[in-house]
């Protein structure tokens, strides 16, 4: 995961606070405004989706035909991102009727 900027300076560090399979968070300290990419390299899913200092980030695009990456432009300041994967309603609805049928059935 990298966040890559549009100019040459601009954060002072970024650091990994808490990492599993499914969520990642991240504090930043931003000595300016400037605009970046957030770039996770995992298979692009509409189910990831992050947030800024607890605000849905919204313009998550496909990153080089294969990864997940989000265009911010980030204030001065320090700030917390939280990246984390979700799957669709659907999946879900399907899972439980999965397990509902397996129960009924006896397995």
């Known amino acids: 995961m990298w966040l890559l900027l549009a100019q040459s300076s601009g954060v002072a560090s970024v650091k990994v606070?808490?990492?599993g399979p499914d969520y990642i968070r991240l504090e930043a300290n931003a000595s300016s405004d400037f605009a970046s990419v957030l770039y996770l390299?995992?298979?692009?899913?509409?189910?990831?989706?992050?947030?800024?200092d607890g605000v849905q980030v919204a313009n998550h695009v496909l990153a080089n035909t294969?990864?997940?990456a989000?265009?911010?432009q980030v204030p001065k300041g320090?700030?917390?991102?939280?990246?984390?994967?979700?799957p669709s309603s659907a999946y879900r609805a399907?899972?439980?009727i999965s397990i509902g049928a397996m129960i009924l059935l006896g397995c």
């Open 78 to 86: 320090t700030y917390t991102f939280e990246i984390y994967y979700g």
């Open 41 to 52: 390299g995992e298979n692009y899913d509409p189910g990831w989706a992050t947030k800024m």
């Open 66 to 68: 294969y990864a997940n």
């Open 70 to 72: 989000w265009i911010l």
């Open 17 to 19: 606070l808490e990492e």
């Open 94 to 96: 399907m899972f439980y």
